[in-house]
């Protein structure tokens, strides 16, 4: 079963606004991590928080953990059309779970920056 | 360049006919995976290799094979491909940090678009 879902599915936005994403997950974990995909590419990895952090940034992006909710939000400020792309989270379990350090994904959010 | 390649990117072909879809990468990672994804249902885990002769079973291994001889090779195998295989499909690898609890980031391939008649 999928541990991280996206919300919302879809999202278009102008360019130079902010573009929020979020991701919800089930169980504890040991980080998080954002993955951006172009049209039938692969995966490029963006940004891992870890689960005693609460922010972290980088250029653009901006990503909170709160563990309490088991959620996360992906905030990319003044949005490009070349930022258009599927958003994914994805969650790793902690590793005092015996969990074998799988990454598991979330469906994915569409994100449409309109020029 | 650190990399992860795979072959082929697109590949058709008919139910029952064996296939092999090759991965390696060059980053000397111990981890690395097959996932594939289906529009609706994200990337899921099909199998995974924590380092040489050591593979699993991730969230869908049927009708999957894989083997890993070499580091930097963890070919995915098709035996008898069935229409519900078709599909996109990635490799990824990553390193396996030291200290429990910490990772680092997930490397992935180009993807390979499968069709299955």
């Known amino acids: 079963s999928q541990q991280g879902e996206e919300d919302p599915q879809a999202l278009s936005i102008q360019e130079g606004e902010n573009a929020t994403m979020n991701c919800s997950y089930k169980?504890?974990?040991?980080?998080l991590q954002w993955y951006r995909q172009n049209s039938g590419r692969g995966l490029v990895h963006l940004i891992l928080?870890?689960?005693?952090?609460r922010e972290k940034h980088s250029g653009r992006l901006r990503v909170t953990l709160d563990t309490s909710k088991k959620s996360s939000s992906l905030l990319i400020t003044a949005s490009r059309a070349a930022d258009t792309a599927s958003y994914f989270c994805?969650?790793?379990?902690?590793?005092?779970?015996?969990?074998?350090?799988?990454?598991?994904f979330g469906s994915g959010t569409q994100l449409t920056v309109l020029p | 360049e650190a990399q992860v390649t795979q072959n082929p990117r697109y590949l058709i072909t008919v139910t029952g006919k064996k296939l092999t879809v090759t991965c390696s990468q060059n980053?000397?990672?111990?981890?690395m995976s097959w996932y594939r994804q289906d529009p609706g249902l994200g990337l899921r885990q099909i199998y995974y290799?924590?380092?040489?002769?050591?593979?699993d079973k991730g969230d869908v291994p049927e009708g999957y094979k894989v083997s890993r001889k070499e580091k930097r090779n963890f070919p995915l195998i098709l035996e008898s491909p069935s229409p519900n295989q078709t599909s996109l499909y990635f490799c990824?690898?990553?390193?396996?940090?030291?200290?429990?609890?910490?990772?680092?980031?997930?490397?992935f391939g180009p993807g390979t678009r499968l069709t299955v008649l």
């Open positions: 990824a690898s990553r390193q396996l940090a030291g200290m429990a609890g910490r990772t680092d980031t997930q490397y």
């Open positions: 169980t504890s974990i040991n980080n």
């Open positions: 928080i870890r689960s005693n952090e």
């Open positions: 994805a969650t790793e379990l902690p590793f005092s779970s015996g969990s074998a350090r799988q990454l598991t």
């Open positions: 980053m000397n990672h111990e981890y």
């Open positions: 290799s924590m380092n040489v002769e050591v593979t």
